[in-house]
């Protein structure tokens, strides 16, 4: 009887736990993208921009080594997606010139059209190098897509890699789509430039642009009209620091503009040594902050600023200026994004589904439940109480855990009623079979149930292993599935073998003459 107390208080835990973590269901339920609503994006990264910044770098990297060994340099120019061309100034500085293009730290580019009278040659970088950023462009895409989607609030979001170059994204329960698209598209890459003030904007404008600038513009809207015009301006191309550096992004008032807000941002250690040394050797002179190559604002120098803080303004609304804040921290795209494919699911589809799949699942307990009661009568009452604890573990299950529920995994809930039925009638059967070769009734339960064990342990554990490899491996739809199928069939093993047991146990073994059992 001890044993048996401490049997019907497990049940009590878990049954009270259970009901815990589902009230209310509303709120404890995560439901899919096909059963609450929301957007559906493939994005394709456009994969040779991640290679064409890097080759960029690498330019400048070679320019800055060759004019540090004193080197003289015409120019130094991208070409194309994988290569860039190098001018001296003098052809008598080849030798040195390729000594320095030589270094380890140039190992995946490859000298090529070289010509030594004119002082020209070109650095191409390797099939090898080009695959690996591109792999690396769609690999970063999608921890940095996942991180900005987990800062913005969205329960069970699915993002992953689709071929070679697309990203698929489902984020359920979205009210606001196109706030969510600006959010994962946006590419986030921060730099910090200094103007070229010896340039004005009417040559840049008519075409008399140095190599070494570019024109870029401010957008200004206006308050009252809500008219936007772009202001322009010239900056120098080089990046004297980017947002690779960046430590902390917080959303602020903008003292200077009531109403508007503000990004304030601080470096790490290295960023905020840096930011020291450019506004040390700039003073007077302005520092433009161009994100996602819109200029937002232009600050004078007035002063070195040693502790690595800026504030980027823009007139911001608090929406704009802490998503601006999600996806500095979240860091930059390395590739821009463009939306391949976009389908918004409305929540009145989402919950036309909710309500068929929940049909679908009463008709086929219903059915159970009095298939149960026919054939197997007092024992089959058992059995149909243990699927109603079956089915609230389950659930409960999937609460507690965070469990996304989708169509699938409604499919999968139904097939899980099946399985726990299943285990139910292979017990039932045994016990049958063990009284038909006269076995009393105490015995043939006993003999029933431990030898439908292994039957059963055989069948769980099998169909959980494909279960857990459907999770591992497949997406969306798929991995709801799966984890519904998971959780039931472990409630069912627990139902099965060890709550059918206990009814078992308070209806027959408490009897001291037991005829036969009602089964």
């Known amino acids: 009887m001890r044993r048996l107390w401490v049997r019907i208080g497990l049940v009590v835990v878990v049954a009270a736990l259970s009901i815990f973590y589902l009230y209310p269901p509303a709120q404890t339920i995560n439901l899919g993208l096909d059963l609450q609503g929301g957007i559906h994006l493939v994005l394709g990264v456009e994969v040779d921009k991640a290679t064409s910044r890097e080759v960029e770098r690498a330019g400048e990297d070679v320019k800055s080594a060759l004019e540090k060994k004193g080197i003289g340099v015409r120019r130094v120019a991208r070409e194309g997606n994988d290569a860039f061309v190098v001018e001296l100034a003098s052809p008598q500085s080849w030798n040195d010139a390729v000594t320095v293009t030589s270094g380890s730290e140039y190992g995946a580019y490859e000298r090529k059209q070289e010509d030594q009278a004119a002082g020209r040659f070109r650095m191409v970088m390797s099939e090898r190098e080009v695959n690996r950023l591109r792999d690396l462009a769609v690999r970063q895409g999608v921890e940095t897509i996942r991180n900005r989607v987990d800062q913005f609030g969205v329960a069970e979001p699915t993002i992953t890699r689709q071929g070679d170059d697309r990203i698929l994204i489902q984020l359920p329960g979205v009210q606001d789509p196109d706030r969510a698209k600006a959010l ?7 730099e910090f430039k200094m103007l070229d003030e010896r340039t004005s904007v009417e040559d840049a404008q008519a075409g008399r642009l140095p190599e070494t600038s570019e024109l870029t513009f401010q957008r200004r809207v206006d308050p009252e009209t809500k008219a936007e015009r772009k202001i322009p301006h010239v900056v120098q191309k080089r990046a004297l620091l980017t947002g690779a550096e960046l430590n902390r992004a917080e959303v602020q008032a903008d003292p200077n503009s009531p109403g508007n807000w503000q990004v304030s941002i601080e ?39 040693p ?3 800026a504030v980027i303004t823009g007139q911001f609304t608090v929406d704009e ?15 821009p ?8 699911v409305g929540p009145s589809l989402g919950a036309d589904s909710v309500r068929q799949g929940l049909i679908a699942i009463a008709a086929a307990s219903v059915l159970v439940f009095v298939f149960m009661l026919v054939y197997y009568r007092l024992s089959g009452l058992i059995a149909d109480v243990g699927l109603v604890l079956n ?28 399985m726990a039925v299943d285990t139910n009638i292979l017990i039932f059967e045994r016990i049958r079979e063990e009284m038909r070769v006269g076995k009393t009734p105490r015995g043939a339960i006993d003999a029933g149930f431990a030898r439908a064990f ?11 292993v494909t279960a857990a490899i459907l999770y591992n491996f497949g997406t969306g739809p798929v991995k709801g599935f799966a984890v519904s199928l998971f959780v039931g069939l472990a409630a069912s093993l627990f139902t099965a073998v060890f709550f059918t047991r206990l009814l078992f146990d308070l209806v027959y073994m408490g009897r001291r003459k037991l005829a036969t059992i009602s089964i």
Do not use: W
């Open 184 to 190: 994962i598209g946006k590419t986030a890459h921060l």
């Open 267 to 305: 470096f790490d250690a290295k960023g905020t040594r840096i930011f020291g040394d450019v506004t040390e050797q700039n003073v007077g002179k302005q520092l433009a902050i161009i994100l996602d190559g819109t200029l937002y604002s232009a600050p004078r120098i007035n002063e070195r600023i």
């Open 307 to 309: 502790g690595g803080r």
């Open 321 to 335: 200026a802490r998503d601006l804040a999600i996806v500095l921290r979240a860091g930059a795209l390395p590739a």
């Open 337 to 344: 994004v463009t939306i391949l494919e976009e389908r918004t």
């Open 391 to 418: 089915l609230l573990m389950l659930l409960a299950c999937m609460a507690a855990f965070g469990a996304t529920l989708t169509l699938p995994g409604i499919a999968g809930i139904a097939l899980t009623i099946g």
């Open 454 to 464: 292994r039957t059963i342990i055989d069948t769980h554990v099998t169909v959980l």
